[in-house]
């Protein structure tokens, strides 16, 4: 079977003016199901690109991404959107959550967009920040909860989709370090126990207590890639 996440001597030039930026150059990277691995370096080492292309949020500009065996570059709009919205689930450093909506109603959003029916969406949604120790915030908005709380329902919402990967940018940039503890928890646990395959980047010299495949880049080439602890 092809690994879940493939990518071939992939390269990400951006252009700026008559500049050129290499942000990756010449990237090899498979990801197996179930693996939870954390993408890091400093401020400018790529990472961020790396995870935005793996997320499908950016494509790159040489080189083959294949995703469940599907090469991502033939894809179209519809097509890319479908996989996003289906297969990917996101957590961001900035929890991106609608203020206006509860806990409930922020969760049940990709559900809606994928077309389920509103009792399923409920449920779906209750259950899952019930996992994740908000039963007792479900009807909050998002001024009323705390960071780790809003990166719980953030996540939550990326795993609403039942997706097969959740790509996560920073998820604890924003939070102080004994609630980050807490988020690193959640997603060990979600890779332990659900078998989910959790892909993050971040600069925390702490995600090493967690266990993670640790994939190092710096300026644009991994540099290291250090098996999980947990193997």
């Known amino acids: 079977m092809p690994a879940l996440i493939a990518l071939e001597n992939v390269s990400k030039i951006y252009r700026m003016g008559v500049l050129q930026v290499r942000a ?6 498979t990801i197996e199901t179930g693996e939870f691995v954390a993408i890091v370096g400093a401020s400018g080492s790529g990472k961020t690109t790396l995870l935005n292309i793996i997320g ?6 040489s080189g083959v991404y294949r995703f469940d065996g599907q090469d991502v570059g033939r894809l179209d709009r519809t097509e ?5 919205n ?8 900035n929890f991106n959550l609608l203020p206006r909506h509860n806990a409930i109603e922020n969760v049940e959003l990709p559900l809606l967009y994928a077309g389920i029916a509103a009792k399923e969406r409920r449920r779906r949604a209750v259950d899952l920040l019930k996992s994740l120790g908000l039963g007792e915030h479900l009807y909050h908005r998002p001024s009323e909860l705390s960071g780790g709380q809003q990166q719980r329902v953030a996540i939550a919402r990326a795993l ?3 997706p097969q990967v959740v790509v996560a940018d920073e998820p604890t940039g924003n939070l102080d370090s004994r609630t980050s503890e807490e988020i690193y928890h959640e997603f060990q646990r979600l890779n332990r126990e659900r078998k989910q395959t959790i892909i993050l980047a971040t600069h925390d010299p702490t995600i090493d207590r967690w266990g993670p495949r640790k994939v190092t880049v710096r300026d644009g080439v991994i540099v290291s890639d250090v098996p999980s602890k947990a193997a």
Do not use: E, I, M, W
């Open 24 to 29: 990756l150059h010449d990237v090899s990277l």
């Open 56 to 61: 499908c949020l950016d494509r790159p500009t």
């Open 80 to 84: 890319l959107a479908y996989l996003r």
């Open 86 to 93: 289906r297969k990917l689930g996101f957590v961001f450093q």
């Open 160 to 162: 609403a989709n039942q």
